[in-house]
C-alpha cells in the first residue's frame, strides 16, 4: 500500500508519473494454506493510492478470484458547498473535502496514511470545516474531551 511511488532517490515528486517508480509502504503478508476459498482482510484498514501484489507460489498454483476494497471515511453530510465560474478551482474543493473525510473516523487525524494521531492545530482547522461544510460537531466534542 502506497501513496504515491518513488523514484531510484526515494523521492515522491509527480503521484501521476508511474515509469521508473516502485512501491515502498506498508504491507501485509498472507500465507494461505492451498485450500480453495480462502479469504485475507487486514485487521486495521488501509489507505493507499497504488496497491501492489506480490505472488509467490511452491508447487501448487494460486488464483485470485476477487479483490475488493471498502472506503472508509466519517459520515459527514456535506450541507456547505463551494462552486466556481473558474473550474479549475472546483475539483480542488472537491479533494479537500473528501480528505476532511478520510482524516476523520471515530477522531480527527492529521493524515490518515502515516500517523493517524489527533493534534490540537490539525484538530482545530478540521473541526472548522466539520461545522462549515458538514454542521456536525461530534468529533469536535469527542476532540474537547480528549485534550482536556
Do not use: C
Amino acid at each position: 500500500y502506497a501513496e504515491a511511488l518513488i523514484d531510484d532517490k526515494g523521492e515522491k515528486r509527480n503521484r501521476n508519473d508511474i515509469v521508473g517508480k516502485h512501491i515502498q509502504g506498508i504491507f501485509d503478508e498472507f500465507l494461505p494454506d492451498g485450500a480453495r476459498n480462502r479469504t485475507f482482510m487486514p485487521l486495521g484498514w488501509k489507505t493507499w493510492r497504488y496497491l501492489q501484489l506480490d505472488i509467490e507460489t511452491a508447487d501448487q498454483p494460486l488464483e485470485v478470484e476477487k479483490l475488493r476494497t471498502w472506503f472508509t471515511a466519517y459520515p459527514f453530510e456535506q450541507r456547505g458547498r463551494f462552486e466556481s465560474n473558474d473550474n479549475s478551482l472546483n475539483p480542488i474543493w472537491e479533494i479537500g473535502w473528501r480528505t476532511s473525510r478520510l482524516d476523520a473516523h471515530d477522531t480527527y487525524m492529521d493524515t490518515h496514511y502515516h500517523e493517524r494521531m489527533q493534534y490540537v492545530g490539525d484538530t482545530r482547522i478540521q473541526a472548522l470545516i466539520s461545522y462549515t461544510v458538514g454542521g456536525d460537531d461530534r468529533l469536535a466534542r469527542q476532540a474537547i474531551q480528549a485534550f482536556n
